[in-house]
């Protein structure tokens, strides 16, 4: 459904995205994990038609990127960071105009714009102003306008940040719903846990570089371990603690105060020789893997 | 690449869909009919307030102006300067603030190219709204002026048609003036700095000739004196040949605004 080879995007002499390559499978949920800056913005856009490809190779749905943006924007339905609704105009007719946008038909439109409203659980709000939905609301009403159009693809970019947990979990259903539905989706996060949710496959980008590719799963398997080891050192003691831990040989970062410590071939590590810390066990997550290839944390601004 | 990705790249004719520029023309209709009453009271109350005051109050002090050797009632006179100088002011607003509030306060224009609306579309868009806000005012004032008494000749008419080039021209300069302006105060500065003058000094409340020497030429240049004299001739029914240049004046400019505003646009919105 997507591919990309080499692609890069340049500001002026700053390069946001250091020429990337991926692929995104019919049907398939696809993430792009990584911190503020990372290059996810700038990926989706140029995968929207909406910013110039530097160089490299994208196509998107057999249609070749870097020469025809107009013609992706038929087949996508686009989420942006920015929600950009209208404020003047109606909850319903932000879908209905969207519709026309796309060409259809006045009919067409309206029905469209009922459907997805139905969906998006948001019918009883169709006659009030953009202005007055809560912030959930007003995300969930981007993400319907972006399928009026039944588009076969949909990117959304960070589609729940800055909802609150209650709101998140409703756009996570309605996105697993949808996904269900055979639509292929390309999402950017920063949140692990989102993308631990909803995503068959993700990348995982800092720094306009891909570090990262795979289910979850395996990244987690294979970056992280199963499990990894959290080693809070007691008063003072941490500079002794860093030196038993590379002692070790296992791989470790830092964080605040407390060292993750990553174990061998799946293996929690064994750190019954280390003293003078608290030691504990959980299982890894996409978090442990972004600390494993940066040495910081994903949600370091 | 592959074959099929091959056959679909641009194969260099020009991509323009005229549903585009309806979509967006559409959008606007809509936001105009939710808000319809208020807008219209603003169409039709203040040209009427500004024509009956200018005319029947001011008129009566000012006595005939003479044009073209005929000496005409100032009423006569000012009449269609203010139905072209309000068709301005209307494209010009929708197309500056109105724009601008769409580009950068409420990103709406990040949403339309989201679609598959492209640049050259939406700006037509935005420019043909401005265009019909300005033929709405136009049909507005001039009724209220023919009815008055103040439209001479059947010609008059055809000022519908000059308030909708006047509503292009300064729709595609509002569109350059958003486009390029940092932030609201900027266009501010456009209705004081452009705005204001081009309305009073473009022949609209006195003729040209009882400016200085120095200031006539200017004032010939100016894009509103062109539409402005050609209502005037419509409204008295005296048509001469020197308003051909006149036309062809107001025809150019009413579309060399929008390309340049396309390209700015791009330049600010396509990074
Ligand atoms: N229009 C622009 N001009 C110059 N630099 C830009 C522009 N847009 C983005 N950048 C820079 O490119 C880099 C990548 O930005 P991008 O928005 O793609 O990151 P992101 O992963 O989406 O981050 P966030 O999580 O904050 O949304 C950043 O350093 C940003 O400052
Ligand atoms: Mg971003």
Redesign the pocket.
């Known amino acids: 459904m997507v591919r990309a080879a080499g692609l890069v995007k340049k500001?002026?002499d700053?390069t946001?995205?250091e020429g990337i390559s991926f692929e995104v499978r019919r049907g398939e949920t696809f993430g792009m994990l990584?911190?503020?800056?990372?290059?996810?913005?700038?990926?989706l856009r140029m995968m929207s038609g909406l910013s110039p490809v530097t160089s490299g190779e994208l196509g998107i749905d057999g249609i070749d990127a870097t020469a025809n943006p107009r013609s992706i924007r038929d087949v996508i339905g686009v989420v942006s960071?920015h929600d950009g609704l209208d404020p003047d105009i109606s909850v319903r007719d932000n879908l209905t105009v969207y519709g026309f946008y796309f060409g259809l038909d006045r009919d067409t439109a309206r029905r469209r714009a009922d459907e997805v409203l139905d969906f998006f659980d948001l019918k009883t709000r169709g006659g009030d102003s953009v202005d007055d939905l809560s912030g959930g609301m007003r995300r969930r009403l981007t993400i319907a306008r972006a399928f009026v159009s039944r588009p076969r693809l949909v990117i959304l970019?960070?589609p729940t940040t800055g909802l609150d947990p209650g709101s998140r979990n409703r756009v996570w259903e309605q996105l697993a719903v949808l996904k269900n539905s055979g639509v292929t989706v390309v999402m950017?996060t920063?949140y692990m846990e989102e993308a631990a949710i909803l995503c068959d496959r993700l990348v995982i980008?800092d720094e306009?570089r891909i570090l990262g590719a795979g289910t979850p799963d395996e990244l987690i398997q294979e970056l992280a371990g199963a499990e990894v080891a959290q080693v809070r050192p007691e008063e003072g003691q941490r500079d002794s603690v860093q030196r038993q831990l590379q002692e070790s040989g296992y791989e470790t970062a830092e964080l605040g105060a407390i060292f993750t410590v990553r174990g061998l071939n799946g293996d929690r590590a064994d750190l019954s020789k280390v003293s003078g810390a608290r030691i504990s066990y959980r299982a890894a997550n996409l978090e442990d893997v972004f600390l494993m290839l940066t040495g910081r944390d994903l949600r370091d601004e | 690449m592959n074959e099929s990705l091959a056959k679909r790249r641009d194969t260099g004719r020009i991509d323009f869909r005229v549903r585009g520029v309806a979509g967006v023309w559409l959008r606007h209709y809509t936001a105009f009919k939710a808000g319809w009453l208020i807008e219209m009271t603003g169409i039709l109350l203040e040209p009427i307030f500004i024509l009956a005051a200018v005319a029947f109050g001011i008129g009566k002090l000012v006595g005939d102006v003479e044009i073209r050797d005929n000496g005409v009632e100032y009423a006569v006179f000012v009449a269609p300067g203010i139905v072209v100088g309000n068709a301005m002011w209307h494209s010009l607003f929708e197309c500056s603030w109105g724009a601008f509030r769409r580009l950068q306060t409420n990103r709406i224009y990040d949403s339309i190219l989201a679609a598959p609306v492209s640049m050259r579309e939406l700006a037509l868009g935005e420019i043909s709204w401005g265009a019909t806000r300005a033929l709405m005012t136009t049909a507005a004032v001039l009724a209220f002026a023919t009815i008055t008494g103040l439209v001479e000749s059947p010609w008059g008419i055809g000022i519908l048609g000059i308030g909708l080039l006047t509503g292009f021209m300064f729709g595609g300069f509002g569109l350059i003036a958003a486009a390029i302006a940092p932030s609201t105060h900027m266009l501010t500065l456009v209705f004081t700095m452009v705005g204001t003058p081009l309305f009073f000094f473009s022949g609209t409340f006195f003729p040209i000739s009882t400016l200085p020497n120095w200031a006539q030429p200017i004032a010939w240049a100016l894009p509103l004196t062109h539409p402005v004299r050609i209502a005037r001739a419509l409204a008295t029914g005296d048509l001469y040949l020197g308003l051909l240049w006149s036309m062809l004046y107001l025809i150019v400019a009413a579309f060399v605004f929008y390309p340049i505003a396309t390209r700015l646009l791009r330049r600010r919105l396509l990074?």
Do not use: I, L, R, Y
């Open positions: 500001f002026g700053f946001a995205v990584g911190p503020n800056g990372a290059g996810k913005t700038s990926t960071q970019d960070e950017s920063h980008m306009g | 990074v």
